[in-house]
């Protein structure tokens, strides 16, 4: 079975703080996903990565930045937290193939980040 | 961007009864998948389903491309199946688009 794995479930940061979120995944895929989860708005894409050393913005990429150093790791930045930040981020992989970029998604457990 | 659409919004069962799930989308789309987010949060890929029908145990889905819906019809519900369902759909850029979910609740 694919893994991906968040490295917290629970995180509690203060306004200014520089915050990294990192996922990891097991299956060699080539594309891997930021989201975020608020209630209300459902999941939203931050930012995504179709290969080592690329990176895409997705539809809310304000106040993100991402690291893509090595096939299995994509890092999620926050430069300065703010209390707006305050959410689930969710991380998922999917694999390319030769009918489709972008094949099933698969999920991380997430991470509730909280900024105070 | 492209909009997607899923009702109903919430939905009550009893257990062992049958449903449908819908989602309707605004523009052709290349990428169509179903997903089930457990009461821990976690968001479990059911199917990955841009066009045909495809059955996985008392799940089962189709897809029409042409006429822009898909639907998710859960057979003889069980309690873990309460949670929420989300569409999500991509026209090829990478961006999956996701619908605001069908909370079901199973009851015993």
């Known amino acids: 079975d694919v893994k991906v794995t968040q490295s917290s479930r629970y995180l509690v940061k203060r306004t200014g703080e520089k915050v990294f979120l990192e996922c990891v995944q097991d299956?060699?895929?080539?594309?891997m996903f930021w989201y975020r989860q608020d209630p209300g708005l459902g999941l939203r894409l931050i930012y995504f990565s179709y290969d080592v050393k690329m990176k895409e913005k997705g539809d809310i990429p304000e106040g993100y930045s991402v690291s893509r150093e090595k096939k299995e790791r994509f890092s999620l930045i926050l430069e300065s937290a703010s209390t707006n930040q305050t959410s689930m981020y969710l991380c998922?992989?999917?694999?390319?193939?030769?009918?489709?970029?972008?094949?099933?998604?698969?999920f991380g457990s997430g991470t509730q980040l909280s900024v105070l | 961007g492209i909009q997607v659409e899923q009702s109903p919004p919430d939905l009550i069962l009893q257990e062992g009864a049958n449903s449908t799930l819908r989602c309707n989308f605004s523009d052709s789309v290349n990428n169509l998948q179903w997903f089930h987010q457990n009461p821990w949060g976690q968001l479990i890929n059911l199917f990955y389903i841009p066009s045909g029908t495809k059955q996985n145990g008392r799940l089962s889905a189709t897809t029409v491309a042409t006429e822009r819906y898909s639907l998710l019809y859960i057979s003889s519900s069980q309690t873990t199946d309460s949670g929420v369902y989300f569409c999500?759909?991509?026209?090829?850029?990478?961006?999956?688009?996701f619908g605001a979910g069908t909370t079901v609740t199973v009851r015993a």
């Open positions: 998922a992989s999917s694999i390319r193939t030769a009918s489709a970029s972008n094949e099933k998604l698969f």
């Open positions: 999500a759909v991509e026209r090829g850029d990478y961006k999956l688009s």
């Open positions: 299956m060699d895929h080539e594309n």
